[in-house]
C-alpha cells in the first residue's frame, strides 16, 4: 500500500516528547504486542476473485485492496507509540512532527473523511437491523465472514458487507474479540455506493485509535500498571501504527 506525506513541522523540543515510556524498565520486544490481524486481512484478499474486487472497487473502497498484508517488527511498533504525544495527538520522530488527525488517516487510506459519524449512528437496533439484511440470527465470528466471503453464494451487496467487516474487524478497528464489533455495523446495513460514501470512515478510524489508547492511559494509572500492559493492549494501534512505521522509515 503507497503511504504518502501528510506534512510535517519542522522542531519541537524533545522535552515534549510522548509519555516517556522509551526510558522505561523493559526492552521493546517484551513490551510490545498487537491483537489485530492484518495477515489474515492481507491473506483474504489475496484469495478474492476480480468479481469480488471489483465489487469492493465499485464501492469506492479500493485502495484497502492494495493491502498485501506485511507488518512492522513488534519492537518497532512500540518505538513508534513511545514517540506518541497525546496532549497534541502527534508523532514526533528526530525533532519532526507528524500529525495525526481526521485527514491523517483520509490521506493515508483513501477513505471518505467527511459525511455522517458512524459511532453516532449506532443504537440499540444497529446490530438488529444489520443481522437481517445479512440473513443471519446471530453475529458469526470475524473468521465467519472471511470464510463465507471467499464463497461464490454471496450477492453483491453481502460481498462488500462482509469484506468491509473483515477490513473493520481485522486492520482499521481491531479489538480483541473475535466478533466485529457493533459501532461500525450501521455504514454496512444500506451499502449503495452513494450511502456508503457519506459516512466518515476517516473519523472512525482516528477516534478508534484515539479512544483505546486514552482508555490504556487511565488504566495504568487507575492500576499502576505502567508497561507491563502493553503486550495484551496494543490493539488501539491497528492500522495507523503500521501505516506510520512506513512512513517514520522514509523520514528518519
Known amino acids: ?68 498484508g506485511c507488518s512492522a517488527p513488534k519492537g518497532f511498533i512500540q518505538w513508534i507509540s513511545d514517540q506518541l504525544d497525546l496532549n497534541c495527538s502527534d508523532f514526533l520522530v528526530g525533532g519532526k512532527i507528524i500529525p495525526l488527525s481526521t485527514l491523517s488517516a483520509h490521506l493515508f487510506l483513501g477513505l471518505p473523511m467527511e459525511g455522517e459519524d458512524i459511532r453516532q449512528a449506532y443504537s440499540e437496533s444497529t446490530k438488529s437491523q444489520f443481522l437481517s439484511a445479512i440473513k443471519e440470527s446471530s453475529l458469526p465470528l470475524i473468521k465467519t465472514f472471511g470464510q463465507k466471503l471467499l464463497r461464490d453464494t454471496l450477492c453483491d451487496d453481502d460481498v462488500f458487507r462482509y469484506f468491509m467487516v473483515v477490513a473493520l474487524s481485522t486492520f482499521l478497528c481491531a479489538n480483541s474479540s473475535t466478533l466485529p464489533s457493533p459501532f461500525y455495523l450501521a455504514p454496512l446495513i444500506d451499502v449503495s455506493k452513494e450511502r456508503v460514501m457519506g459516512w466518515n470512515w476517516s473519523k472512525l478510524v482516528y477516534d478508534w485509535i484515539f479512544f483505546f489508547y486514552f482508555e490504556l492511559q487511565k488504566e495504568e494509572k487507575k492500576h499502576h500498571w505502567g508497561l507491563s500492559i502493553f503486550p495484551c493492549c496494543m490493539s488501539f494501534f491497528p492500522c495507523c501504527l503500521h501505516l506510520f512505521c512506513h512512513l517514520c522509515l522514509i523520514w528518519i
Open 1 to 68: 500500500m503507497c503511504v504518502c506525506c501528510i506534512g510535517f513541522q519542522s522542531t519541537r523540543s524533545v522535552r515534549g516528547r510522548g509519555r516517556g515510556r522509551a526510558t522505561g524498565t523493559g526492552s521493546t520486544s517484551e513490551r510490545a504486542g498487537s491483537r489485530f490481524n492484518s495477515k489474515y486481512f492481507g491473506e483474504i484478499i489475496a484469495q478474492l476473485d476480480d468479481r469480488k474486487k471489483d465489487i469492493v472497487r465499485d464501492r469506492g473502497f479500493g485502495i484497502l485492496l492494495q493491502y498485501d
